[in-house]
């Protein structure tokens, strides 16, 4: 079944482009682009899913690494696992700044370090490259559906000339500030999450003890103060003990190290996110580091 759902884009001028990591999110965000009119080029570490990518969308293409990828693209996209993954794909001999044309704009979707979006912005301006952080909200099904928020951080000229093509993937394409600015966006996403992801928890965990029907109780208070995506996506699930969607534990663990260390530079105050960075990694030592993030419930259990 494919992993790119259907969805009306509007009219934008096809660009040359290339999409570096084709995991749960960039797989069907590089199917938007390439269903938008777009010529995309992937790469993908492990080649496999590259090849079923352009089975899946015909008359795109492959390439063994990233600076293949990015030769002659107008934009380069890329959605990987962290820092140092980001670092693999762009810096290097095989890098995608190695092949990438002058003035060409690269859009990094990973949920990174606001220090690296900086570092790899100002690398990019030396060679005469544009560098945009563009971290994504909606997980995988907002991936698929292509219906993705995303926060940007970098110069104005080139969110310009990428936002028209990064709508093919997008609900919202905004940008928030200079380079960094981005990350520190996701950073905020992340610690609205983590809270309220735990506030729910302990509500429907209060809830089954006192025996109450939590899905006609999710119901009713879904349609006041209470209400929330987690709980109208996650709430049921998380009352029937199901946790086999879209934004898994491990990554969250990642996302929220970068909060936390981002907080100490800057001097806020987190007691409730490093609470629940630890609540996370009760869930992993239980053997859910692969469950989805509102498995937060289980300690509770």
């Known amino acids: 079944m494919s992993q790119i759902a259907t969805k009306t884009y509007d009219a934008a001028p ?12 960039g797989y069907p965000m590089a199917g938007h682009l390439a269903r938008a009119g777009h010529h995309v080029t992937v790469y993908n570490r492990s080649a496999a899913k590259a090849v079923a990518w352009a089975a899946e969308c015909p008359g795109n293409a492959t390439a063994p690494t990233p600076r293949e990828a990015a030769a002659g693209a107008d934009i380069v996209h890329a959605c990987v696992g962290n820092d140092a993954d980001l670092r693999s794909v762009v810096l ?3 890098g995608a700044f190695a092949g990438m044309k002058p003035g060409a704009i690269f859009v990094d979707h990973t949920t990174a370090s606001a220090e690296i979006a900086r570092e790899l912005y ?3 301006q030396k060679l005469g490259l544009h560098f945009v952080d563009a971290p994504v909200s909606g997980g995988q099904a907002g991936a698929q559906n292509g219906l993705l928020t995303v926060m940007c951080g970098g110069d104005a ?16 394409f905004t940008l928030l500030g200079a380079s960094g600015a981005g990350q520190l966006a996701k950073m905020v996403n992340q610690i609205c999450i983590a809270g309220v992801a735990q506030g729910l928890s302990e509500a429907i965990a209060f809830g089954q003890q006192a025996g109450l029907d939590m899905h006609q109780v999710l119901d009713v208070i879904g349609k006041g103060a209470a209400q929330s995506w987690q709980m109208d996506n996650r709430g049921k699930t998380m009352a029937d003990d199901k946790f086999e969607f879209g934004f898994a534990v491990d990554w969250m663990r990642k996302d929220l190290d970068l909060v936390l260390d981002e907080a100490k530079r800057n001097g806020a105050r987190l007691p409730v996110t490093a609470l629940v960075d630890q609540f996370y990694a009760d869930v992993q030592k239980m053997g859910g580091g692969r469950w989805d993030t509102s498995s937060l419930i289980r300690r509770l259990r």
Request: charged share 20%; net charge positive; proline share 3%.
């Open 14 to 25: 096809a660009k040359k482009v290339a999409f570096l990591g084709l995991g749960v999110m």
């Open 157 to 172: 000229a080139a969110f310009d000339t990428v936002k028209p093509a990064a709508m093919a993937f997008s609900r919202a």
């Open 122 to 124: 100002a690398q990019a």
């Open 92 to 94: 290097g001999a095989d």
